[in-house]
């Protein structure tokens, strides 16, 4: 018995580290997904392998051995297991084409799909809102102190306005009139540890910081209504603001600044960095139409570009036996 299920990445357009302390974010689910297939076995072990990285490990029941990048699968996948009590050996099969480490919640996104599908083959038939709980409690494993965003995002599809303790609302949004580029810096980094420092220097400056994150909370409300009503130039000029404050938090780079005026100067409506900083992914807003000119120039200057629109579709079990 096997079930393969995905889900897709996200880009944050608004709100990214600020979310961490209680301040809204936007974010919206991506075309690209990570693709999981669960079959039962009977050894009982978790065996995990990955396309993408090229790796396969067997992890006791329960797994162990935080580290190793295909641990946060297993402890998915137990997880699973722990909620239904059914222990059982199980293969888990990866495929991803979402970037790790790019921001693009990868981690959350494989999560998420690896709990869809290992709940199908277990007889479990989990709710959404169950599935993303569980795919928190693994993405903390992965960042430490996640914000929760990725893991709803990657469940829920579309787009919508997350606020820690409060949960997302899901907004109303068409997005047939634009397209997102994507650019990468080239550069690896660890959320974890963008999350740590900028939280660390919130702390030795909280007068300074305080009206910052203020300031992006208000800036992610009123994105949101810009959205809903379609104002995509005014959506663009709030995203190139919101970059301003992540450089102002010290998570940019001059690659980043190097692919987020290139991006403005081809013709996209804004463009910011997109997840912990530091190095990964910006993102583009665009009229469609323009998108490949952006991306045309993007491709000079980065290695991996890549055009994506909004889905509205969340985890999804796409085939099963």
């Keep these: 018995m096997y079930a393969i299920a995905s889900s ?18 936007i974010a919206v689910a991506l075309s690209l997904r990570a693709r999981v297939k669960a ?10 392998s990955s396309r993408n990285l090229s790796m396969a490990r067997k992890f006791a029941i329960p797994p162990s051995g935080e580290g190793d990048p295909l641990f946060p ?17 199980i293969d888990i099969e990866v495929d991803s084409s979402i970037p790790p480490g790019s921001g693009m919640g990868s981690s959350a996104s494989v999560a998420v799909a690896t709990i869809a599908a290992t709940s199908y083959v277990l007889g479990a038939e989990l709710s959404p809102e169950e599935i993303s709980k569980l795919a928190f409690e693994s993405e903390k494993i992965v960042h430490g102190r996640p914000s929760g965003i990725d893991n709803t995002i990657a469940t829920f599809g579309g787009a919508i306005a997350y606020r820690k303790g409060e949960g997302f609302l899901r907004l109303n ?6 397209s997102l580029v994507l650019a990468d810096t080239g550069r690896a980094r660890n959320t974890g540890e963008f999350v740590k420092r900028v939280l660390a220097l919130k702390e030795a400056f909280p007068n300074v910081l305080e ?20 104002d995509w130039e005014a959506v663009g000029v709030l ?14 780079t001059q690659e980043i600044e190097q692919l987020v005026y290139t991006a403005r100067r081809a ?7 997109t997840g912990a900083g530091g190095g ?42």
């Design 39 to 48: 079959s039962l076995m009977d050894a009982s072990v978790i065996r995990v």
């Design 267 to 273: 013709g996209a409506l804004g463009a910011k960095l």
């Design 173 to 178: 949004v068409d997005f047939s009139e634009v």
């Design 280 to 321: 990964g992914f910006i993102v583009a807003l665009c009229r469609k139409g323009s998108e490949n000119a952006v991306a045309k120039e993007l491709e000079k200057i980065s290695p991996r570009v890549i055009i994506s629109n909004v889905s509205s579709e969340g985890v999804v079990v796409e085939a099963k036996s």
């Design 211 to 230: 009206p910052i994150y203020y300031a992006a909370g208000r800036l992610a409300v009123e994105a949101a209504k810009l959205m809903e009503r379609g």
């Design 73 to 89: 699968v297993a402890y998915s996948a137990y997880l699973v297991m722990e909620r239904i009590g059914s222990p059982r050996g």
């Design 239 to 252: 995203m190139n603001v919101n970059h301003g404050l992540l450089s102002a938090i010290g998570v940019s």
């Design 8 to 25: 897709p990445g996200k880009a944050i357009l608004f709100g990214e580290h600020f979310v961490v302390e209680n301040q809204p974010a």
